[in-house]
């Protein structure tokens, strides 16, 4: 149940924050005046005598794919890069004084004199201390700097950094005499307002420790410090908060819960309206009657600690929220509202005050064990790609977007197609959401999703009820297939009709396709006008007409604010039915998002249709309507 890394590296990473004539040696991850391979002075970032750099292009997906063989021995330049070329998601490539090569992505673009980025030193020793990036709930995972972070007394969490210790450990037992506070020269130790206390440890290893927050942790803001053999990293920030409950999660979204025999609810073991399930997690908070270090804890229902439940955005009654029998690990039971949206990915959350857990989905069917879902998407195409490493797909798109930004208004129209093989086709219900239900995402980027374009052939002829467009290959995006300049006027009009897509004899990897699909009347999103600003602490609600009969509207906004020198968004989407002309986007929800800037918007996709071509596993085909405005959440 704990998040572990699967594989041990002796790479460096960190995200740190370079104030003003800092340097940073990238080998160890510390920052300081002097003896650094970088030095930022606020205008330039500047290699110093034996590193290098060399710019190697922009995106999240690009820094994520370069591993140690394909960035080592690249020809750098120990030349400065001017701030101007430092921009959020440049890519660039380095070589430390020591020799080694790593990956640096810019998070965000200078401000205020700071810059904030993202790296990894491949084959780097890491000096002699500790060091610390990351501290989170091990189960919730939430970033710090959102609204929704916090570690609660009693919560399992872990710390990821380098050189955090010198070996790999087992999972520690718990049974008496219990969690240890110092393994292998090893210690974790956190101070809140002056009191310093040494955490129970569960796991070690060079870049990751699992630990227990002492129960006796008071509540604030602090600080933690790992200490390796001797040597103590520098104090890393920690807030502690009564109760945030982080839900166990697996396959993207989907919530390791439980029904009343112990049994995993899957699709076929849905949980009904009025039975009581099981989440697995950590947050609860402080119970007085336990130690959390010895198996097994009181199980005390810690009624004192106010929490709600949320199924499909109906509170749900909780019947238990405490420890498991193990430290660190707690349980939340409750029961299926009544009245509960059904489906295959019903959210979930658990609210404690105004923190808001991670979001997770449950399947629920109104009667018998399997679920279904009818959300516009096509039933069996998934469970045909199981067991894929890749997917070889390709979609067609219609689309017409209004934005509104204050009194400005612009409506664009877009017709596109994407041909691509990818090892990121989400072949499990994970990470899709059911009708009535809305789901969380934040803007951290997933190492590993690597897709390559697909020749479709050298153009896609487009034809509507207004005239025609060709799609031409991009050639600097494969796979990609865009209209040469703009599209006529009135291209896509808003009373819809048929558009036809044909790629003639086809191309190298994707045979000919002759598909068509029926633009239904643009959405009119009707009470715009009267939403210009959203207040986290209630609901939003939308209303809507028109749309394509028996489809599905989502509703979907994020909105960003800067902390610590980098800058977070966190976004949300919710689907509906047409027919139920509007909807609320709950509080639990809203809660999650940072107050600042951002934008909300409402569309409809119709029902996907599928076409099929040789040298493709799956192809999708769609046309919606959407109308987003720029606005505040406060």
């Not at 208004?409 to 596109?416: E, W, Y």
Request: hydrophobic share 40%; net charge neutral; charged share 5%.
């Amino acid at each position: 149940m704990m998040a572990l890394p699967l594989t041990t590296f002796a790479d460096v990473t960190g995200s740190p924050t370079l104030a003003a004539n800092t340097m940073i040696n990238l080998d160890t991850g510390t920052t300081a005046a002097t003896g650094g391979d970088l030095l930022w002075t606020g205008s330039q970032l500047s290699p110093q005598t034996g590193a290098g750099l060399f710019a190697l292009g922009t995106g999240a997906a690009t820094y994520a794919a370069l591993t140690q063989s394909l960035v080592s021995g690249i020809p750098v330049s120990a030349a400065p890069v001017a701030v101007s070329a430092l921009v959020s998601n440049a890519v660039f490539v380095y070589k430390t004084r020591s020799g080694n090569y790593g990956k640096m992505l810019i998070v965000s673009s200078a401000s205020g004199g700071s810059l904030n980025i993202q790296f990894t030193t491949f084959g780097a020793t890491g000096g002699t201390g500790p060091t610390i990036t990351t501290i989170q709930n091990n189960y919730g995972q939430v970033p710090q700097g959102l609204p929704n972070y916090g570690i609660a007394p009693s919560t399992l969490f872990f710390i990821q950094g380098s050189n955090l210790a010198n070996s790999t450990t087992e999972l520690q037992s718990s049974a008496s005499p219990g969690l240890k506070t110092s393994l292998n020269n090893v210690s974790v130790k956190v101070t809140v307002n002056g009191t310093s206390l040494d955490c129970p440890l569960y796991y070690l290893s060079p870049t990751q420790i699992d630990a227990v927050l002492p129960g006796a942790t008071p509540i604030g803001t602090g600080t933690v410090t790992v200490t390796n053999n001797g040597a103590t990293s520098a104090a890393a920030p920690i807030t502690v908060v009564q109760s945030a409950f982080g839900i166990l999660f697996y396959n993207s979204t989907l919530a390791a819960a439980y029904d009343g025999n112990n049994a995993l609810l899957t699709t076929s073991n849905s949980a009904n309206p009025g039975q009581s399930i099981v989440l697995w997690g950590s947050g609860v908070g402080f119970d007085a009657n336990d130690d959390d270090k010895i198996f097994p804890q009181k199980q005390d229902n810690l009624t004192n600690i106010p929490m709600q439940a949320f199924v499909g955005g109906v509170e749900a009654t909780i019947l238990y929220r405490g420890r498991s029998q193990y430290p660190g690990v707690d349980q939340v039971v409750l029961t299926i509202p009544g009245n509960v949206p059904t489906g295959c990915n019903v959210a979930v959350a658990i609210v404690s005050g105004s923190i808001v857990s991670n979001s997770v989905t449950i399947p629920i069917a109104a009667s018998g064990r399997t679920c279904t879902d009818v959300n516009g998407f096509p039933t069996g195409i998934l469970s045909g790609l199981a067991g894929k490493n890749s997917v070889k797909e390709g979609v067609l798109v219609v689309a017409q977007a209004t934005s509104i930004d204050g009194a400005n208004s612009q409506t664009t129209n877009g017709v596109i197609g994407l041909f691509q093989n990818t090892n990121a086709f989400n072949t499990s219900s994970g990470g899709t959401i059911s009708v009535g239900s809305c789901l969380l995402s934040n803007s951290f980027q997933t190492a590993g999703i690597i897709s390559t374009g697909l020749d479709a052939g050298t153009s896609i002829a487009v034809t509507g009820p207004a005239g025609s467009t060709t799609l031409n290959a991009v050639s600097l995006s494969p796979g990609s297939y865009f209209p040469t300049g703009t599209l006529p006027t009135g291209f896509i009009p808003s009373a819809g009709g048929t558009f036809t897509f044909d790629n003639g004899s086809g191309g190298k990897d994707v045979g000919h396709f002759n598909t068509s699909i029926n633009a239904a009347p643009a959405l009119n999103w009707t009470n715009q006008a009267s939403i210009n600003a959203v207040t986290r602490t209630q609901g939003v609600n939308v209303t809507w007409t028109g749309g394509a009969s028996g489809s599905f509207v989502g509703i979907s906004g994020g909105s960003s604010a800067t902390s610590g020198g980098k800058t977070y968004t966190v976004s949300f989407s919710c689907i509906a039915p047409v027919a139920a002309g509007q909807f609320t986007v709950p509080v639990n929800v809203l809660l999650a998002l940072p107050a600042g800037a951002g934008s909300l918007a409402v569309s409809n996709s119709g029902n996907f249709q599928t076409f099929t071509a040789s040298g493709l596993d799956v192809g999708f085909v769609s046309a919606s309507s959407s109308t987003s405005k720029t606005l505040n959440y406060n």
